[in-house]
């Protein structure tokens, strides 16, 4: 650190970026007192405009165009990097080589090669570093998970999960960098990903998948006219280009315990604005969860006497993981997230058929 405050940088101030600049800004009142005073130092884009509107919005004291400058900059510490997954990778490794720590949205990366070299680069560095698997810190997952590491549903057996979204179902919705890039690089990578993510959170470590579809509806779109930001709706032009990967994905996968998982992620999910959710049965008893009661979870068990057996519905408090306080997110495995992304994709290619993940 440059001093014993900590000075922050947020490169990307789309849609997701936004939310890490608002995440910083409450950082020392959400986490334990006592922590390091932050200093809200720069918000990076690409367009100045919105590098400058979102600085002045939220306090941070410059705007900067090139992340490059971020990595010069002697008074930021710690950086997110929230741009398309295509330019994660070269970002990341250079803010590592000019010695800051690094949040990286998810996925990584756009293959396992480059996730790996960042995983490496990230190793050989003594910096902190992590990815923005989201999920890893809802308080009711954690509490599912909490239920199922105890054993006291005995082991899963069948994780049924998905993440529905509707941004791409309007045909007018502009071309971006979420609709470039080769067949798994669609709905598997933006919303799978976390997907994936969760399932091997609750049920440990995925063995193989299989039976892998990826199916586009929507194969052409339309060319914004100025600047979109996230899956904003935005005025588009009479010019088209081809749509390159899936709107949705639907695979299964064997986890290692010997359970079961069946797989969908979908940015067609008509009517579901960001609908993660899953039920999951395990030897004496399951559990639910909906993002859009994301402080509660379904559960049941055999505690109750017959005549009222069922399940109840849990709402959160102090008592479960992430109420109160808070963790930064985990960097975890290395690249393990693309190469289930990547099977995924093979299984899809070769008919369905079973990929072993090593
Ligand atoms: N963890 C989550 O829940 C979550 C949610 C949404 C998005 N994401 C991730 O966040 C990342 C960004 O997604 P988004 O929806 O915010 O995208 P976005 O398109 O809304 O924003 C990206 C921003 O990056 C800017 N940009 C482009 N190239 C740049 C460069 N070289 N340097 C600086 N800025 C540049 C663009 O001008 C744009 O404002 C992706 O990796 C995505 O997968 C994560």
Not at 230 to 242: F, I, Q
Not at 265 to 291: K, M, Q, V, W
Not at 296 to 313: C, L, N
Request: proline content about 5%; charged content about 20%.
């Amino acid at each position: 650190m440059s001093s014993s405050s900590i000075g922050v940088a947020v490169i990307g101030a789309g849609m997701a970026g936004r939310a890490h600049v608002a995440g910083y800004r409450a950082a020392t009142a959400v986490h334990s007192a006592g922590l390091p005073e932050v200093r809200f130092v720069a918000v990076c884009d690409v367009n100045g405009t919105i590098a400058k509107e979102t600085a002045d919005r939220f306090g941070y004291q410059r705007a900067e165009t090139s992340w490059q400058a971020v990595a010069d900059a002697p008074d930021i510490d710690v950086v997110s990097v929230v741009v398309a997954n295509t330019l994660h990778r070269e970002i990341v490794e250079g803010l590592l080589a000019a010695g800051k720590h690094v949040l990286c949205e998810k996925p990584l990366a756009p293959s396992v090669e480059d996730a790996q070299a960042m995983v490496a680069a990230a190793a050989a560095s003594d910096r902190q570093t992590a990815t923005g698997f989201t999920f890893r810190r809802s308080p009711a997952i954690n509490a599912v998970r909490e239920q199922l590491e105890s054993g006291v549903i005995g082991r899963p057996l069948h994780l049924d999960a998905h993440y529905w979204c509707d941004y791409g179902c309007d045909a007018m919705a502009p071309m971006s960098w979420r609709y470039k890039g080769g067949p798994g690089s669609g709905a598997l990578a933006d919303i799978g990903a976390h997907l994936i993510d969760m399932a091997e959170f609750l049920c440990g470590p995925v063995e193989s998948v299989s039976g892998a579809v990826l199916a586009t509806y929507i194969t052409e779109r339309h060319l914004p006219v100025g600047a979109v930001v996230g899956h904003a709706l935005a005025a588009v032009s009479e010019e088209t280009e081809p749509v390159e990967n899936e709107d949705l994905v639907s695979f299964t996968a064997r986890f290692t315990s010997g359970a079961t998982a069946t797989l969908s992620a979908s940015r067609t999910a008509y009517g579901h604005p960001n609908a993660l959710g899953f039920e999951i049965f395990a030897e004496t008893g399951a559990a639910t969860f909906d993002l859009a009661r994301a402080s509660e979870f379904g559960f049941v068990d055999r505690s109750a006497p017959h005549a009222t057996h069922g399940y109840r519905q849990v709402l959160v408090g102090p008592e479960h993981p992430y109420v109160t306080g808070g963790l930064p997110m985990d960097f975890p495995g290395v690249g393990r997230n693309l190469r289930l992304l990547r099977a995924v994709v093979t299984s899809a290619e070769n008919g369905g058929a079973a990929v072993s993940v090593s």
